[in-house]
């Protein structure tokens, strides 16, 4: 019994984890779309936004966020193979 409690808390955890960063990037990408949305045609048209291409822009930049994210051994840190 304790092996199966030990393998499934820390997947259900993960699991949960990774709900919630899921339910925050919905929640970010909506509040990126709405605050683009709200700005009137003649401030987008300033900043090169077309009404239209909002949600792919704001999709772009989220992804861009997301894969600079990741960490990356030797690139910015010390990864396992250089000496401490």
Same mark, same amino acid.
Do not use: N, W
């Given at each position: 019994m304790t092996e199966f409690r030990? #393998? !499934? !808390?820390?997947? +259900? &955890?993960e699991g $949960? %984890?990774?709900w919630r960063r899921q339910d925050k990037a !919905? +929640?970010?990408? %909506?509040k990126a &779309? #709405?605050? $683009?949305? *709200? $700005?009137?045609d003649r401030t987008l048209q300033d900043i090169? !936004?077309?009404r239209r291409? &909002?949600? #792919?822009l704001v999709d772009?930049?989220? =992804?861009?966020? #997301?894969?600079?994210a990741i960490p990356r051994p030797? &690139?910015? *840190? =010390?990864?396992?193979c250089q000496p401490c």
């Open positions: 030990g #393998a !499934v !808390v820390p997947r +259900a &955890i $949960l %984890r990774r !919905v +929640a970010d990408r %909506r &779309i #709405a605050e $683009l949305d *709200a $700005l009137d090169g !936004v077309d291409s &909002i949600p #792919a772009a930049q989220l =992804q861009a966020e #997301a894969k600079a030797g &690139i910015g *840190a =010390q990864s396992c």
